[in-house]
């Protein structure tokens, strides 16, 4: 537009016609400013459209808030905003209401956890998938069904992601997008054509949500039986969804996706990457070479930051500012006078938020299998109370951490006389069949090695109630296949009846001092029937009974120790309360847990050995700051006079559990133990945890031992270890010493107590 004007006054005759009006103007009377009503005249031209074009570029994108931010202070206008992926989050925010200070805040509180942790607290999971954290399985869950193996389409779902996005945008609901406070477009990609998907109404949220669906890592959104991707892929820099709002200037932010260099290119992950980037930036440059004189390119210098430092956002922030400023004798030309600026942004600052209205009804839409009455019961979001955004979010997560869903979203429907919230809940596609691997390993660098490969097949929602049905394989020191049939006998879960089965060997080592000087076979066979009661997700209450076999012989060993009878009869009356309330239960930073157990090995059932064993433990964790400190104990002995026999009494000893000692060392009658145990954080991780420093003191005592001459007394020991959480497991590096001489180096791969 300045070269136009510039190029207006090269003209003789409109320099003439500029020198007359000029002196008529000189020769007229000043006018009050008072008698001047910007809003009343008519202005003599018309100021040009300017509309503000922000590219996606990952975490790259929180430049674009240091853009605006100089906007705002030059008061350059934005008529309209078109964006791509993380352009469409921070244009989507701005152009529906938000304030440059709002998007610092909430850019302030985001991390990769938060966008990317997708289950609800832990403390809210139901009991049976707090369980599922005792096995060290490894891997995304693989969906079975009638067309094969079925996998997720992204890392993540979306869910969480959509909270956040949630938050950002400041009006909820439908909406055409020319009637938001700014104008505004978002672009993403339609994975079945390849082609660009120009959005020009819709949820804002959601909206949001399908332009920075990065395939592989992000789940396809679902629009209009459309299956929605990153817009990086066909319009990254959208300049011509601008050019369709019939900007007169564009002001285009280019925070780019770098390519990777040479030597960073080191596997599939980085290989796969680099052809995305390839994939975008041609594009990219397409657009940039769309764009005329007029416009204004600007592109922050961000090479000390990648597409995935969402953890550095305020980071990034800053360098859009200083590329902003770069250019302001060109962005100057496009000023508004105070008034008329503060006005404009008054007219875009308007915004709702999610009225705090209650709604007649809670919907579940398309679930074919799941029962909507047992979703419900677990929202703390009810019908003909008020809605509250935050609470609403948590439900989603909490119905998402079901497991039965591939992605959770909610929209209202206004409908005659009420008003209904509709949850949308897709069920994964492949149906309620999933198949999990799991892997466990541990070694003390001398003479033990173990190894366990996990296997678990679920078939979920088989009626109704929720019925479940559970088989796991396992294989190595331990080995064994058992089924579980639970069955829920109320839409709630409250109550439930639970008929299993079994079959497992495992080795049992006996030891005098620090010698291994036996082993035992013990292979056994066991039915049993439970029934319970479910407290909420805090725990569960069973009482059963079971009957079974166990064939028990000496394997290595001296004659002495052959047991009275090889071929058992077992039958026993059991009761087994789990209460759970930790955060993690592989590096925990705060709550507690605990359990209590009775074995009532009975006549009355058959069995040759009667005798009553139980057992109870309690954790409770705590953090300040980065420090952590958890306190556990586990105490157990016998009820009577009765003593427990060889293949079911109490081994103890290993890392964490009487470190120092070897696995399983320790073999007696009654154990006491507790441990203090201090960790800290040495190394945040993205989308993992990270690694963790600690030490743990210990002390325990092992009554009335197998052996005649091994420790009875108070024993203590202490330990130093890194702990990983690693992608395949949490994975420990020890060392372990005894107050009596005993220590030991150790490794773990999967939770070693």
Excluded at 103 to 129: G, N, Y
Aim: aromatic letters at 10%; hydrophobic letters at 40%; glycine letters at 10%.
């Amino acid at each position: 537009m300045i070269n136009r004007i510039e190029g207006f006054f090269s003209y003789p005759r409109a320099r003439a016609l500029a020198t007359f009006f000029a002196a008529l103007l000189l020769c007229t009377p000043a006018l009050p400013a008072s008698s001047i009503d910007p809003a009343n005249t008519p202005a003599i031209s018309k100021r040009p459209k300017i509309c503000l074009v922000l590219s996606g570029g990952g975490a790259r994108g929180a430049a674009h808030v240091g853009v605006i931010k100089v906007l705002e202070e030059y008061r350059i206008p934005i008529d309209c905003i078109a964006g791509t992926s993380m352009g469409a989050l921070v244009g989507g925010a701005y152009a529906s209401g938000a304030s440059v200070a709002e998007m610092e805040d909430i850019m302030r509180s985001v991390s990769s956890e938060l966008l990317f942790k997708e289950t609800p607290p832990r403390q809210e999971l139901s009991i049976r998938r707090k369980m599922d954290d005792n096995s060290s399985f490894i891997g995304p869950e693989i969906g079975v069904g009638n067309k094969g193996l079925g996998f997720a389409k992204g890392i993540v779902s979306g869910v969480q992601l959509q909270s956040v996005l949630r938050r950002l945008a400041k009006l909820k609901g439908y909406y055409n997008f020319d009637k938001l406070p700014i104008p505004f477009r978002a672009v993403a990609t339609d994975l079945v054509t390849g082609k660009a998907v120009v959005f020009k109404e819709g949820d804002i949220a959601n909206v949001m949500r399908a332009s920075m669906s990065v395939p592989g890592a992000v789940a396809p959104a679902e629009f209009g039986g459309m299956m929605l991707v990153d817009g990086m892929l066909t319009s990254n820099l959208p300049v011509d969804a601008a050019r369709g709002m019939k900007a007169d200037i564009i002001i285009a932010v280019n925070v780019g996706t770098p390519l990777l260099k040479r030597e960073q290119l080191n596997g599939i992950f980085g290989v796969t990457g680099q052809m995305l980037s390839i994939l975008t930036e041609q594009n990219v440059q397409a657009s940039i070479a769309s764009l005329k004189p007029d416009d204004i390119l600007i592109a922050p210098e961000l090479e000390d930051f990648s597409t995935s430092d969402f953890d550095r956002l305020q980071d990034i922030a800053p360098p859009g500012e200083a590329a902003a400023r770069k250019l302001v004798a060109r962005l100057s030309a496009l000023s508004l006078p105070p008034a008329e600026y503060a006005a404009l942004r008054k007219r875009q600052s308007v915004y709702e938020t999610l009225a705090e209205n209650t709604v007649d009804e809670i919907r579940f839409e398309n679930l074919r299998q799941v029962n909507p009455i047992s979703v419900r019961s677990i929202m703390d979001t009810k019908a003909g109370q008020p809605v509250q955004q935050e609470v609403l979010d948590q439900d989603l997560r909490r119905i998402y951490g079901l497991g039965n869903f591939e992605n959770v979203n909610y929209r209202f429907l206004e409908e005659p006389g009420r008003r209904v919230l509709a949850i949308e809940a897709v069920e994964k596609s492949w149906g309620m069949d999933t198949l999990r691997f799991g892997l466990g390993m541990s070694s003390d660098f001398k003479s033990d090695s173990f190894f366990n490969l996990l296997g678990s097949y679920r078939r979920y929602w088989l009626n109704s109630l929720g019925g479940e049905w559970r088989t796991d394989m396992q294989i190595g020191r331990s080995s064994g296949l058992t089924t579980e049939f639970y069955q829920p006998l109320n839409p709630e879960g409250s109550f439930f009846v639970a008929p299993h089965a079994g079959i497992t060997t495992r080795e049992q080592y006996v030891y005098q001092g620090d010698n291994r000087i036996a082993s035992y076979f013990n292979k056994e066979s066991l039915l049993g029937l439970d029934v319970g009661t479910v407290f909420r997700h805090y725990g569960e209450l069973r009482f059963g009974v079971q009957r079974g076999t166990l064939d028990t012989h000496l394997d290595t060993g001296p004659t002495n120790l052959m047991p009275p009878l090889q071929d058992i009869s077992r039958g026993a009356y059991t009761t087994r309360l789990v209460l759970d309330q930790m955060d993690n239960l592989r590096f925990p930073r705060s709550g507690w847990r605990s359990g209590l157990g009775i074995y009532n090995s009975a006549s009355s059932l058959g069995a040759d050995q009667p005798y009553t064993k139980w057992d109870g433990d309690a954790s409770t964790a705590f953090s300040i700051d980065g420090h952590t400190f958890q306190l556990s104990g586990k105490v157990g002995g016998t009820l009577g006079s009765n003593m427990l026999p060889a293949y079911d009494q109490f081994q103890w000893g290993g890392f964490l559990q009487q470190s120092g000692y070897a696995t399983g060392q320790l073999l007696g009658q009654s154990m006491k133990f507790g441990r203090l145990m201090y960790y800290n954080r040495i190394m945040k991780g993205t989308l993992l945890e990270g690694a963790y420093g600690g030490i743990s003191l210990e002390a325990g005592q092992v009554d009335k031992p197998l052996i005649s001459g091994n420790p009875t007394g108070l024993l203590k020991s202490a330990s130093l270890f890194i702990g990983v959480d690693s992608p395949i497991g949490p994975a420990y590096l020890g060392y372990g010493r005894a107050m009596d001489g005993n220590s030991s180096f150790y490794f773990y791969l999967g939770k070693p107590f």
